[in-house]
């Protein structure tokens, strides 16, 4: 009964992890993953305060306030710069 | 390939214009215009010189979020095939990053569905270029310009 | 060439894109974007079925008019090199007419200098399209669409 | 003391000519040379009346009271259809 949360590019870097796992039954929307994971420790805490990032659930891009539920596949990265 | 065909490729190879151009008229005798796109590494950005680029991406999200952005364009023109090929991996000076063809048998409709997906693959799709450059490696921040040029198909 | 270099070519032997669009960025790591158009030979116009095309041009002309349609476009945006090719004789079904290339360190300008030079080559470049077709030669008759998009410039 | 003249496309056909010389102390402007060009015979007359041509001198298009002189190539021709 999880939400796999996976980071990327910078963020990967700097929290030097590609990928957690978030108990499904303490999260509703993305932006408290976000709030759960900032309380990890003062570094995450202080990389996720600090960065204008992007969510997306399930490959779609989608604003903090989106909710969760178990088996989706949440990750967070910083502005896209392909092309 | 039949004339609504649509090719993504993410890859670390190159690829060679001119094949892609054919593979997007082979049996497709009906779109007389082809435009194309293609990015490539340049040996400067924002005053440092650049010896190289390493292409990040997210496997999944970014074929979804293509094929989104290649649908919004079926719907607002009138245009045949499309093709986006994005690299990833380690690329170097004058390479070849990205292309994107599209064929119509309107040419202002193919330059309008290029110039569109060129523009919305640079704000969505999950692409990060970390350069090599002679201060050492850096990963590229957004350009407030990019987000502007998007927005503008909205107006 | 040069980054501001310009190819102008009128011939009878196809051309490849992947060769053309390298020429432009040839020692030229400052230009980003490259942004093609390649017309091709449809198998119908106006409801016939085309089996070729024979295209004729007014030698001297033509090349003192695609210079001056470039310079038009390099004043009006920011572009490096510009290669304009025309195919000139006897051409069949599927095979390649035309080729635009801009090179600019910006996509926006090489997306709008690439439709410019294609709007006013179609109206002011002296070339003529005959026709093979079911029934019989046919020269082709100017559109009135092609004016409207190249006076679009203007505004 | 002439000015060439010469035929493209349809034009060309129709005329079932390519190219003409004119005595340059004829005429003054195109549409003069259209003029005299249109007296040779009823077929020419009606080519010339029945096309909207298009005309060039020196490689440059001009319109029909544009002056010409001696030397120049005066180029006579249908709308345009390449790319």
Redesign the interface.
């Known amino acids: 009964m999880t939400i796999k949360v996976?980071f990327?590019?910078?963020l990967r870097?700097q929290l030097d992890c590609s990928e957690v796992q978030v108990p499904a039954s303490e999260v509703n929307t993305i932006a408290d993953i976000k709030i759960k994971l900032a309380r990890k420790n003062e570094h995450w805490q202080q990389v996720f305060s600090h960065s204008a990032l992007l969510s997306?659930i399930n490959?779609?891009?989608v604003q903090s306030e989106h909710t969760v539920k178990t088996g989706d596949e949440v990750?967070f990265?910083?502005?896209?710069?392909?092309? | 390939m039949n004339n609504t065909s649509v090719k993504i490729s993410i890859q670390t190879q190159d690829f060679n214009l001119q094949d892609e151009v054919d593979l997007l008229e082979q049996d497709n005798a009906v779109d007389g215009a082809v435009v194309t796109f293609t990015g490539r590494v340049r040996n400067k950005n924002e005053g440092l010189t650049v010896s190289g680029l390493y292409l990040e991406h997210y496997s999944g999200m970014t074929e979804k979020s293509l094929a989104k952005i290649i649908a919004q364009a079926q719907q607002r023109w009138q245009i045949g095939r499309v093709s986006v090929i994005h690299r990833i991996g380690q690329l170097a000076i004058g390479d070849q990053i990205v292309f994107v063809g599209v064929t119509s048998m309107h040419r202002q409709d193919a330059f309008a569905a290029a110039e569109f997906i060129m523009d919305y693959l640079k704000v969505q799709a999950p692409f990060w270029k970390k350069e090599l450059t002679e201060q050492g490696e850096k990963w590229l921040d957004a350009k407030q310009s990019d987000n502007k040029q998007a927005q503008q198909w909205n107006n």
């Open positions: 996976v990327f590019a910078t870097e997306a490959h779609d891009m990750a990265f910083p502005p896209v710069t392909g092309g």
